[in-house]
C-alpha cells in the first residue's frame, strides 16, 4: 500500500522511540499492529498529515506499507514499512497547489492550515473560520493590514511575528500579543513595566532592564533574568527555590547550592554533574534518580530502596540481569523494555 510519512529533518520518527530511517530499507515490528502503540505510522494522502505533524517543518516521504495494517480515520498503521522517496519542497507546493480548490473546502481546519502554510488559497483562507487556519495565513505575511485587526489574539501575535504593525500591537489589551511584541525586540522600555508578568518574561529574554527586573515581584521574572546569567551572585540567594534552581543550571553557586535546603536545587546541582559523590547519598529519592541519569554510581543505585532510583538505572542500561527481576512491576518493565529495545525493531534488508 501507498502512502506518506512524516519524519523530523535527521530522519527519525517524531513520536516512539525516535527511531532512525534510511531510504529504500525494509523495516518491520514484532507483535500485532496497535494504532498508536505498535506499528509504523503513516497517511494515505499527504494533507492528512498535518493533522498530527507539521507538514511545514517535517520531511515528508513516499512509503510503501506492508503485511498487516490497521485503519482508524486517516490514520493507517503497518506491520512493514519501506521508505520509497523523499519529496522535494517544490513537490509539496505543487500538490496542494493543484488541490487548493478542493483542500480549502475540507472540514479539517488542520488541512485548511496546511493549505496555507504552503501559501495557496491565501485569498480564502484569509476570512476561515478557525483561527489557526488565519493564523498560517498570518506566518506567510499575507494581508496582515486585515489581520491586525483579526478578533483572535492569536492572530494579532502572529501578525506581530511578521514584525509588522508592532507600534500599534504594543498597546494590544492581550498580554499574549504584547508578549510577541517584546519577543520581537520592540518597545521593551515599555514593556519592561508591562503589568502582566508573561510579557516582563518575554523583556528579560532580551536582555533588557535585567537590572529592573533582577528586583521583580514575580519569581518567574527573576528566574528568566536568571536564565540570562545575570546577577547570578545575588540570585544565588533568593528567596525563591525556583530561582535558585535556575542559577544552580547555570553551573554557579554549585558548592553553596549543593546543600540547599529544597531538593530541586540540589537535583539541578547534580544535573550539572556536581558532587555527584555526596548527593548519591541525598535523603531525597529524586535527587538519587538525577545523579543515576547521569550514569554515576549505577552500582550502588542499583539497590536503592527507592523504585525511581532503580528505574533510572535500568533506564541507563545497567544491571538489567537483576532489575528484571525486581519486585516493582514498573523497574522490570523498565528493565525489559531496555532489554528489548534493541531489538524490538530490525532490518529485514
Known amino acids: 500500500m501507498k502512502g506518506y510519512k512524516a519524519l523530523d529533518q535527521d530522519m527519525r520518527a517524531f513520536h516512539g522511540n525516535g527511531m532512525q530511517f ?3 530499507k525494509l523495516y518491520s515490528i514484532r507483535g500485532n499492529v496497535a494504532l498508536c502503540h505498535n506499528g509504523f505510522h503513516f497517511c494515505k494522502a499527504i494533507e492528512y498529515l498535518n493533522d498530527y505533524y507539521n507538514i511545514k517543518n517535517s520531511r515528508i516521504f513516499e512509503i510503501e506499507a506492508d503485511g498487516e495494517i490497521v485503519e482508524r480515520d486517516d490514520k493507517y498503521a503497518a506491520e512493514k514499512i519501506r ?6 519542497k517544490e513537490e509539496i507546493w ?4 493543484r488541490n487548493q480548490g478542493e483542500l480549502v473546502k475540507s472540514r479539517d481546519p488542520y488541512i485548511r492550515m496546511a493549505v496555507a502554510e504552503q501559501g495557496c488559497g491565501l485569498d480564502t483562507l484569509l476570512y476561515d473560520k478557525d483561527y489557526k487556519v488565519r493564523t498560517a495565513v498570518a506566518g506567510r505575511g ?3 493590514d486585515v489581520l491586525i485587526q483579526d478578533e483572535d489574539c492569536g492572530v494579532r501575535a502572529a501578525v506581530a511575528k511578521q514584525h509588522y504593525g508592532l507600534e500599534v500591537l504594543v498597546h494590544d489589551k492581550k498580554w499574549q500579543v504584547r508578549e510577541e511584541v517584546a519577543e520581537q525586540g520592540y518597545g521593551l522600555d515599555v514593556l519592561v513595566c508591562d503589568k502582566n508578568s508573561s510579557v516582563r518574561i518575554a523583556v528579560a529574554k532580551q536582555g ?5 527586573l533582577i528586583n521583580d515581584e514575580d519569581f518567574n521574572v527573576r528566574a528568566a533574568v536568571a536564565d540570562q546569567g545575570y546577577g547570578l551572585d545575588m540570585l544565588l540567594h533568593d528567596k525563591s527555590p525556583f530561582v535558585r534552581e535556575k542559577v544552580a543550571k547555570q553551573g554557579y553557586g554549585l558548592d553553596i547550592l549543593i546543600n540547599d535546603e529544597d ?14 559523590d555526596i548527593l548519591i547519598h541525598d535523603e ?4 538519587r534518580a538525577i545523579v543515576a541519569k547521569q550514569g554515576y554510581g549505577l552500582d550502588i543505585l542499583l539497590h536503592d530502596e527507592n523504585i525511581y532510583v532503580r528505574q533510572a538505572v535500568a533506564e541507563q542500561g545497567y544491571g538489567l540481569d537483576i532489575l528484571v527481576n525486581d519486585d516493582n512491576y ?3 518493565a523498565t528493565a525489559n523494555m531496555r532489554a528489548r529495545y534493541n531489538s524490538s525493531v530490525h532490518i529485514i534488508q
Do not use: C, H, P, S
Request: negative net charge; charged residues 20%; glycine residues 10%.
Open 83 to 88: 521508505l520509497v522517496r523523499e519529496l522535494t
Open 284 to 287: 531525597v529519592w529524586y535527587v
Open 22 to 24: 534510511e531510504i529504500d
Open 94 to 97: 505543487d500538490y496542494f497547489n
Open 142 to 144: 499575507y494581508r496582515l
Open 263 to 276: 531538593f530541586n536545587v540540589r537535583a539541578a546541582v547534580a544535573g550539572q554533574g556536581y558532587g555527584l
Open 208 to 212: 533588557y532592564g535585567l537590572e529592573i
Open 330 to 332: 514498573n523497574v522490570r
